[in-house]
C-alpha cells in the first residue's frame, strides 16, 4: 500500500473530493429543477461556509438547518432562507427570534400546544410546517391523526406571526432499507401519505399546502419528485457505507473518507490497528448482509485520496482513539507501520461533525462552522 | 418534573458536579498513595486544562493522555510528565520531539521495528514503555509472546534515546464484566500476568521494570493495588451508566449528566423527544440485562443539577439531534415540552469528547481542551 499521497496526513484527517461534491449536488439540484420542486438542501451534513458556496454557484437560495447555532452560522454567510428541521425547542426563542427578524425563518410544528405557545413568544413573522409522521416513528403527527392536524392548522392560521406554508416529513426509516426497489416504494407511500394528509387540510379549507420530504436515499432513488413541492436531503452531498449498502449511490459517488495513520499490525489477528477511533469516525455501525458489525469500509489510498473499496476488509470495532482493521492474509502482508488507510464512514454526518476542517483532494483546507 | 434550576440550559449541555469529581479524584489518590503506587490518571476523558488543576492540588503530577495534541495542550499548562497511552504515530514526529525537548515524555512500543524506526527519528530522550495484551485483544504484544516483549526490550535498551521503563497493560475487557467479584478476578489476572512478563524480563537482565495498568473498573474495584507500580485511570473522574452497570461506581459517584430540552411528547408511545442526539451524547451503548440497547439513562433535574435515576426510563434511540426517551404512563404525564431531562451517558469519555465546555452545577463554566 502506497504512502506516496501528497497530501501530508499526520493525524485522522477527514478528506473531501469536491469534484464528486458537485457533481453530487449538480445531480440532485437537475433533478429538482427537471421536477419543478424546491430543492432545500439539509447543510448538517457539512456544515461549512465554503461548501455551502459550492451549492450556492448552481443558484440554490433556500436551505434546511438542524439547529438554532447552524442557522445562525449560516444566516452569518449571507443564507436568508433557512428552515430548521428540528421541533422547536422553546428554549431558544431568542435566537429564534434573532434569526426571524433577519431571515426569512421556517420552523416545524408537531403539536398545537407548542404552536399556541409559540405565538406568544414570536415577535417577528415565521413560517411553518406541520411535521407528519409516515411511519419512521420518531416524531410529527402520525398521518391518519386528521384531527391533530387540523388542530395544529388552525392554531398556526390563528396566529398574527405564524404562516402555515405545508406539511413536511422525514421518512428515516429509508436507511433501514437495502435495495433500490424498496427505496422507490418507500418513496411513492410517503408521497401518497403525506398527500392524503395535504387532501384533508385543503378539504378542511387551508390551502395552498405545500410538501416537503427529506430522506437522502428515496431522493438519490426516484427519478422524478412527483407529487410533492420540495425536497431536503442532506447526506448525499458526501455519501456514505451506509447510503452504499441502501444502493442510493455507487463507490464513484462517495466524496468523504478519513484517512488514518496505520500504527500497530497484529498478525496472528490479521488486524491493523489504526489511529483513528470513536472521536474520529462515531460508533455509529452498519450492519452488513451476513450481520458483521462494521464501524467503516476501508478504501486504499491513490495519488490525492483514495481508490477503489476492498472488499474484505473492514472496520471492526472502535475505541476512543484507535480502529480495529480486519484483514487478509494478502493485505495485511502488504500494509506498514505509518502507512495511510482511508475509512469511508458509516454515517458521514456524524462523522463530519466530529471534525472542524476538511482537506480536499487537491490539498486545500475547508473549514467547518461546527461551533 | 421541574424547570426550576438555576441553571439556565438552553440546548444540550453538559453539567459537572465539583464535588463528586473531587471526592473520585481523592478516593484514588488515596488509594494508590496506600499502596504505594503512582498515580497518573487518564486525561483524555476530561481533556480540560481547569479540571486537570483539581487533580493538581491532590498533589499530582503525573498524567496520561491519547494523543500528540492532548500532550501539547496539557505541556502548555504546566504538566511535564506526561505518558501517551498510545501506538507510536511515526506520522507526528516533529511533536514528539517537540515534547520530548520540553517535558518528560513517557511513550508506548510494542514492536521492536516500530522501536528501531523510533530510535532513529528521536532527537530528544523519552521513557518507553512496553505493551503487554493481558487477553483485550486489541493492542500489545501477548503476554505469553516472551520473545517479542525481549525482543523490543533489547532495541530499547540498545537505544540512545530510550529508556526503559517497565510495561503497561490496558485490561479493556473489565469494560464487559457486570460485577464487582469478576472484576476483582480481573485484577488479579491481569496483575499475575504482568508479573508473569515482568519475570520475564528481569531474568533476562532487564531490571527495574515497572508495572503500569490502567482501567478504571479495576482500579475502581479493588481495595488494594497490590503487585504493580503506577495506575493509570481516566473514566472514574465522572464515571457513567456503565461503569454503574460493571459496579464501578454507585449512581452517587456519576459527576456527568447531559442536560437535555424537552421538544415533544407522543403519547401513544409514551415517548419523549429530547434535543439531545448522537452528536450530544456519541452513540456508544449499553447493552442492559435485559437485552435492551440503551444509549443514556435519565435522571430527574434537581436544583443545580440531577438526582435520582429513574429505573424504568432510558434514551431507545438516537439521531444526530434527537434522542427518544421510553417512558411510563406516570412520568409521561408529569413531563412538559420546555422541560430539561438529564441523560447519564453510557461512555462519559465519548460524550465529553463531544463538548467544548462544562457547566458545574454552581453555575461556573469549565472549558475543555478538545482542539
Same mark, same amino acid.
Given at each position: 500500500?502506497?504512502?506516496?499521497? +501528497? ?47 459550492? =451549492? ?10 438542524? +439547529?438554532?447555532?447552524? @442557522?445562525?452560522? =449560516? ?95 422525514? @421518512? ?6 437495502? +435495495? ?44 422524478? =419528485? ?90 471492526? @470495532? ?13 493485505? =495485511?502482508?502488504?500494509? +506498514? ?35
Amino acid at each position: 500500500m502506497s504512502t506516496s499521497s +501528497s497530501l501530508n496526513i499526520e493525524k485522522p484527517t477527514l478528506v473531501i473530493n469536491k469534484k464528486r461534491i458537485i457533481a453530487n449536488i449538480s445531480r440532485m439540484e437537475e433533478k429538482s429543477w427537471k421536477s419543478d420542486v424546491r430543492f432545500r438542501p439539509h447543510f448538517k451534513t457539512h456544515q461549512s461556509a465554503t461548501i455551502g458556496e459550492w =451549492f450556492r454557484d448552481f443558484g440554490i437560495r433556500t436551505i434546511t438547518v438542524s +439547529s438554532v447555532d447552524m @442557522a445562525k452560522y =449560516f444566516a452569518g454567510y449571507r443564507w436568508n432562507d433557512i428552515m430548521i428541521a428540528f421541533p422547536i425547542n422553546v428554549r431558544q426563542i431568542d435566537g429564534i427570534n434573532e434569526l426571524a427578524k433577519a431571515i426569512s425563518l421556517h420552523l416545524l410544528v408537531e403539536e398545537f400546544e407548542v404552536a399556541k405557545n409559540l405565538d406568544k413568544l414570536l415577535y417577528y413573522p415565521v413560517q411553518i410546517w406541520i411535521k407528519i409522521d409516515v411511519g419512521y416513528n420518531r416524531t410529527g403527527i402520525d398521518y391518519t391523526d386528521t384531527e391533530a392536524v387540523i388542530r395544529a392548522a388552525e392554531t398556526i392560521k390563528g396566529s398574527k406571526r405564524m404562516t402555515l406554508n405545508g406539511i413536511l416529513t422525514h @421518512a428515516g426509516h429509508s436507511y433501514n432499507l437495502r +435495495s433500490r426497489d424498496s427505496v422507490t416504494q418507500l418513496y411513492a407511500e410517503q408521497v401518497n401519505r403525506m398527500n392524503f394528509v395535504k387532501s384533508r387540510l385543503v378539504n378542511a379549507g387551508f390551502s395552498p399546502i405545500e410538501i416537503s420530504i427529506g430522506d437522502t436515499p428515496c431522493c438519490s432513488v426516484v427519478e422524478r =419528485f412527483d407529487g410533492i413541492d420540495e425536497v431536503r436531503p442532506g447526506n448525499f452531498v458526501f455519501y456514505d457505507a451506509t447510503q452504499l449498502a441502501i444502493g442510493s449511490c455507487t463507490e464513484d459517488d462517495i466524496a468523504l473518507a478519513c484517512a488514518c495513520p496505520v500504527v500497530a499490525k497484529h498478525k496472528s489477528r490479521l488486524e491493523i490497528i489504526l489511529y483513528g477511533g470513536a472521536v474520529h469516525l462515531s460508533k455509529d455501525v452498519l450492519i452488513d448482509s451476513n450481520g458483521t458489525k462494521v464501524y467503516g469500509r476501508i478504501a486504499v489510498p491513490v495519488d490525492n485520496g483514495w481508490g477503489k473499496i476492498l472488499q474484505d476488509l473492514y472496520v471492526s @470495532a472502535l475505541s476512543q482513539e484507535h480502529g480495529i482493521v480486519k484483514t487478509d492474509a494478502e493485505t =495485511f502482508g502488504r500494509i +506498514s507501520v505509518g502507512d495511510i488507510m482511508y475509512v469511508i464512514p458509516v454515517h458521514s454526518c456524524l462523522t463530519a461533525d466530529l471534525h472542524r476542517r476538511y482537506i480536499t483532494t487537491e490539498g486545500d483546507i475547508v473549514e467547518s462552522g461546527k461551533y
